[in-house]
């Protein structure tokens, strides 16, 4: 067995998990907290079985309820005893959609996903959902089968090195040498998927491994040397950090994924209240805050509200939690907010400093940040120093006044995207879980969609997956049965993945997909069009001059329900329709114009001085604050 060490831990500086601490060394307790540890359960009697049957045992011991995958034959070992488990397994059409469904069961519910594939190419369509959940912080356990040990390296039939092949985009990832191994594997797998700054872990284990006879126990007896997730900030960090606080006149709350990782949410709705400075949520981060709170700015970065991207850029003071100042929110780096001190808390050493550096480095669990940092700002504010931000918010609420979100309506009379897009959200409420592709719709849906709770807004932020919305869908809804979960997707991203419908026809998975079917890859034509001379090369689809594929006949083939709108009279009865129908899938072709963009908008590698807030349209700040 590939025993995790200091170094292979760290096997890419981006998610080093060492001990070292850029705000200094944590105390006893945080590292005692951070000790290994296995679901309790009760010790089982030693029993005689096979490797594959230590595998699902072991399953069933850490508590999993459902994997998705696909057998084939070096994994088929595992799919005899997983038979008679009681473990659901749910067999997708493809691999990545497995992927994928197992990200989406985790992003929903906080539980690790996990999927299964055999070797070679089953474990090589694996790789897209794993580099996703690995850019995204998401718990994800991948189990592989692969070639018997003596014919690995010998490129046997559907032999690949996946541990090799995803080395770089794995947080740790294993090859089982002997059966006795699995249970002590399969734990270490799922604790560091779980723990620390969340990712996936591959577990690839020989065919002749899950087909020898071994004695299983449980638990097994976890050996991480050198894996002591920091949990606690520094406490001088944090009274640092809250002096800083006291005294900035244009602080903002720079508010990444990590916060919903750490389950932090309340801790931040209790920070902002108590200091009354902005928020800001990145695209990850949506719901962490509520979007209708009066101190929430909205999305920063390339396709953020003026009014974010403003309040960072201008920002004497940003505290940073769970974010990563990656290269959509900050545009051009050595522009960005050059007159701003940083707070950064981060659980994840390596990011702190990676792109900008921190005054203020803090590592830590966000939620322990966020409590601490709220008991130091309650004695800053105690002792009479508090700054007044009445000027600072005169500012942000100006350009919240004059540059609101919003869209023109299509010349040409064809349905406007952002108008499906915000009636969906309004008519389906605050409940449901809304997952997005990537592209246009995906930007839409973050900026006419209302997210007041956590957890109800799932997409591909990092790897930006195309494909990544029908699967992962299915996941959050196999994970939250009872919640409404739809999934917003384009007519490019529906075409790689739709074929887990028939899935969740077959399964019971009743998630409803709006189309919004443009005809384009529609950001890539938005590119084209501001960018390339309105040169559209390669991206017409076909769906709308050909209507192929007819995605309302498509829908019905995979056992779903289609419908089709192409007018906004017709948008609310049609998903009033959808919402109707509880029992099957349902699909909406959304058929709406060709030319809407995306706005505001920050030119890839310009500054964000340079947003602009619609085609030609740059923001006029009064020259106080420029």
């Known amino acids: 067995m590939t025993r995790p060490t200091p170094e292979t831990l760290a096997h890419t500086a981006r998610r080093a998990r060492a001990t070292a601490d850029p705000a200094g060394a944590a105390d006893p307790a945080a590292r005692a907290a951070a000790t290994p540890a296995v679901p309790a359960v009760r010790t089982t009697a030693p029993a005689q ?56 069961y985790a992003q929903a519910t906080g539980k690790v996903g996990v999927c299964i594939a055999t070797s070679g190419p089953g474990a090589t369509n694996l790789v897209t959902p794993i580099a996703d959940a690995y850019m995204d912080s998401v718990a994800m356990v991948a189990i592989t089968g692969q070639v018997a040990r003596p014919s690995i390296g010998t490129d046997a039939f559907q032999e690949a090195d996946i541990q090799g092949i995803t080395l770089p985009i794995t947080k740790h990832n294993f090859l089982v040498q002997t059966a006795e191994e699995i249970p002590q594997v399969l734990a270490e797998a799922f604790h560091l998927a779980s723990t620390g700054r969340p990712g996936p872990v591959l577990v690839d284990i020989p065919k002749d491994v899950l087909q020898a006879s071994t004695t299983f126990t449980w638990p097994p007896t976890l050996d991480l040397p050198g894996y002591r997730p920091t949990l606690h900030p520094h406490g001088k960090q944090i009274r640092e950090a809250a002096r800083l606080l006291a005294s900035a006149r244009r602080p903002v709350l720079y508010v990444g994924g990590g916060v919903l990782k750490a389950g932090a949410t309340e801790g931040l709705r209790r920070l902002a209240d108590l200091t009354g400075i902005p928020v800001i949520t990145t695209l990850m981060a949506l719901g962490a805050f509520p979007d209708s709170h009066p101190q929430h700015l909205g999305m920063p ?24 100042f990656d290269d959509r929110v900050t545009g051009k780096l050595d522009s960005f907010a050059p007159d701003a001190a940083v707070v950064h808390a981060d659980i994840d050493p390596a990011e702190i400093g990676k792109n900008r550096h921190a005054d203020v480095p803090i590592v830590g669990d966000a939620k322990h940040v966020i409590d601490e940092l709220i008991a130091a700002v309650t004695v800053e504010r105690a002792a009479g120093r508090v700054t007044d931000l009445a000027d600072w918010w005169t500012q942000l609420d100006d350009l919240r006044n004059r540059y609101p979100l919003g869209y023109d309506e299509p010349a040409d009379g064809t349905l406007s995207p952002q108008y499906v897009i915000k009636r969906l959200g309004e008519i389906v409420g605050p409940d449901t879980i809304f997952v997005a592709g990537v592209g246009q719709h995906q930007m839409w849906a973050s900026q006419f969609i209302s997210y007041e709770k956590p957890y109800t807004w799932l997409n591909s932020g990092g790897l930006g997956t195309m494909g990544y919305a029908v699967p992962a869908a299915m996941g959050a809804k196999v994970g939250k049965p009872d919640a409404v979960v739809w999934a917003i997707d384009g007519d490019g991203c529906f075409q790689m993945t739709n074929q887990e419908l028939a899935t969740c026809a077959l399964e019971g998975i009743p998630v409803k997909i709006a189309v919004i079917n443009n005809g384009n890859l529609g950001m890539v034509r938005q590119w084209q069009t501001l960018f390339y001379n309105e040169r559209y090369s390669n991206t017409e689809l076909g769906t709308h001059k050909h209507r192929i594929p007819d995605f309302v006949k498509l829908a019905e083939a995979l056992g779903c329900v289609g419908l089709r709108c192409e007018t906004a009279e017709d948008v609310d009865k049609t998903i009033a329709a959808a919402m109707e129908i509880n029992d099957a899938p349902v699909v909406i072709d959304f058929v709406v114009g060709k030319d809407a963009m995306v706005w505001p908008m920050v030119a890839a590698g310009t500054s964000n001085d340079e947003i602009m807030f619609a085609r030609g349209v740059r923001p006029v700040f009064d020259e106080d604050d420029i």
């Open 49 to 104: 079985v096979s490797g594959a049957g230590s595998l699902v045992r072991s399953l069933e011991a850490l508590g999993v309820d459902v994997v998705f995958g696909i057998p084939g034959g070096a994994i088929l070992p595992a799919y005899d005893p997983l038979y008679d488990s009681t473990v659901r397994h749910i067999l997708v059409r493809h691999e990545q959609g497995a992927g994928h469904a197992a990200t989406g």
């Open 301 to 324: 970065g390339m396709h953020g509200t003026v009014a974010a991207v403003y309040g960072l850029q201008k920002a004497d003071l940003i505290v940073a939690l769970g974010a990563r």
